[in-house]
C-alpha cells in the first residue's frame, strides 16, 4: 500500500486540478488517470495457490459470488494493482461503448421520455481514492470514515462514464442520478458532480431517511418504478448488481466492474 | 491452432479412455484437462493495442456484450489459450463451488422436490475439442459440423460440472438437464451423459422439433415453468445468460465462461 501513497496524492491533486478547470473536464480525468498506473501488467494473477483472485473477481463480476463483506485478503495486492492498473479502465471503457452504442441503435423519438439511470459511486464517481487508502476493500466497510470521504466532495469522475454521459446527453436522452447515499448527503454530491462535470440532470434521487427497504435492490426498483410510471424509457448503468437486478430494472442494464465492495 | 493438435489428439484420445473407464471419471477427467495446457500463464493479454480481450471475455461474462456472432479475429489466441489454459478450468472451480456451498447452506427439506438444472453444451458435457478445431468461436457457426460432432457422442464433461453434479445428488437433490439441443439428438445425449458419469437424472429436456419459440430465454423459461408448476423448488447452472434470465430462473442461478459463443 505505502508505495501507492505518491501515486495518489498526485492523483488527488490533478483531480483538484480537474475540478477547477471545468472545460477540460475529460482531456484532465483521462491524464490523471494516467498517473494511475504503478506497474505494467496490472492484468491479474493469482496471488498464493489457493486463491485465484482473478477467478475471484470475475465470479464477483458475473453474480456469482454474493453476499460478501471484505476482498480476500491474499487479493488486495491484486485487487490494488488492478483497480490502479489500465486493465480497470479498458473494463470501463469496453461497457460504456457498448451502453452507447445500444443508445445509438435505439434511433430514440426525442419526446423527453428516454432517460439513462446512472448509480453514483463507482459508476459516476470514483471513491478510488479513499479505496486506495482502506485496503482496496480488504478492509471492513466503516461508514464514519467512508462518510468523512464524501462529504469532502473530491471524488474524481469515472472518466468512461463521463464520456458517456456527455454522449447520451447529446443523443437526446436525459440523465438521473440513482444512488443510496442519502439525503443528508445531496448538496455536497451534487456540487461534487458539477465541479467534475456532470453538468445538468433531470433528476438527483437520493435515498431518504424515511425509506425503510431492506435492500438496495429494493429501494432502487421502487424509484425506477416511479419514473417509468411518469412515462420514462429507461437506460440503466451501474457497478453493483444490486443497481441492475429487481424490477423495472430498464430496457437494458450494464455492468461496470466493481471488486471492491458488494451492495445487497 | 495447428500447434494444438496433438495435445487435442491426446485430449481425445484420453476420452475415449475415460469413458471406458467410468468408475474413475473424476480423477480421468482431472488428468485429461491436465494435458490441456499448451502454455503456462495463459490468463490474458490483451493481443493489440485496439482490442482487449480480457476486457471483451469480461463484457461477455458479465451480459454488456451481447448478440455476438463470433469472436473477435484478434481474440482467438487468447480465447484458445484461455480455453485450454487453467484459468478456465479455476473460473468454473469457483462458480461450481459457490453453486455447491449455496444448495448446502440451504438445510433442504428431503421431499423430493429439491432439482438443480444444469444445461448441457459447456456446463455438464464440453465441446472443447470441437471448438478448438474450429478457431474457438472465431470461425461463424457451422450446424452440420457441429451436429456431426455431437453425434459422435464423445464430448468429455466440464469436470468441475461433474463434480458439483455428484455432490448435489449427494445432498438428496435431484438433476434435469435442460438443453436447447433437439429431441432427435436423445440417444446421443444420454450415451455421452452416462459414459463421461452422469449416470442418472430426473428430466433431460431437449427441444421438440415443433416449439414455435424464438429464442432459448423464452424455451427455457417455459420448460421451468412447467417444473415449478410441478412443485420444483430450482436452483440453475448454465454458461449462457439465456440460460439464466427470462422467468422462473429458479431460486439462484450461476454462469459459467464461456467466451466461444453466445446464444440469445
Known amino acids: 500500500m505505502k508505495a501507492l501513497l505518491p ?33 505494467p501488467g496490472a492484468g491479474g494473477r493469482h496471488v498464493d ?13 458475473t453474480n456469482n459470488i454474493i453476499d460478501w463483506t471484505t476482498v480476500p485478503a491474499a487479493c488486495e495486492g491484486y485487487v490494488g494493482h488492478y483497480m490502479l492498473g489500465q486493465q480497470y479502465r479498458k473494463d470501463s471503457e469496453v461497457v460504456a461503448h457498448e451502453a452507447y452504442l445500444y443508445a445509438e441503435s435505439q434511433n430514440l423519438t426525442d419526446d423527453g421520455n428516454n432517460l439513462w439511470i446512472f448509480d453514483v459511486d463507482e459508476t459516476s464517481l470514483s471513491n478510488l481514492p479513499y479505496y486506495a487508502d482502506h485496503g482496496f476493500g480488504v478492509e471492513v466497510y466503516n461508514s464514519t470514515s467512508f462518510n468523512a470521504w464524501v462529504l469532502e466532495g473530491v471524488a474524481p469522475a469515472l472518466p468512461e462514464s463521463l464520456k458517456l454521459y456527455k454522449k447520451l446527453l447529446a443523443l437526446g436522452i436525459k440523465v438521473a442520478f440513482l444512488t443510496g447515499r442519502g439525503e443528508a448527503q445531496r448538496n455536497v454530491t451534487e456540487t461534487n458532480l458539477k465541479n467534475v462535470g456532470y453538468d445538468t440532470w433531470e433528476k ?22 416511479n419514473l417509468e410510471e411518469s412515462g420514462y424509457r429507461i437506460g440503466n448503468i451501474g457497478d453493483q448488481w444490486s443497481d441492475l437486478l429487481g424490477t423495472n430494472v430498464g430496457n437494458r442494464t450494464f455492468k461496470l466492474p466493481d471488486p471492491m465492495y458488494y451492495i445487497s
Open 204 to 225: 438527483l434521487i437520493l435515498k431518504d431517511s424515511f425509506y425503510s427497504g431492506n435492500t438496495a435492490v429494493m429501494y432502487k426498483s421502487s424509484e425506477r418504478k
Open 7 to 39: 501515486v495518489l496524492q498526485l492523483f488527488i491533486l490533478a483531480t483538484f486540478v480537474a475540478t477547477t478547470h471545468g472545460s477540460f473536464e475529460l482531456d484532465i480525468a483521462d491524464q490523471i488517470i494516467h498517473l494511475l498506473r504503478p506497474k
Open 49 to 61: 495457490d489457493n486463491v485465484s483472485c482473478l477467478s475471484w473477481r470475475l465470479g464477483v463480476e
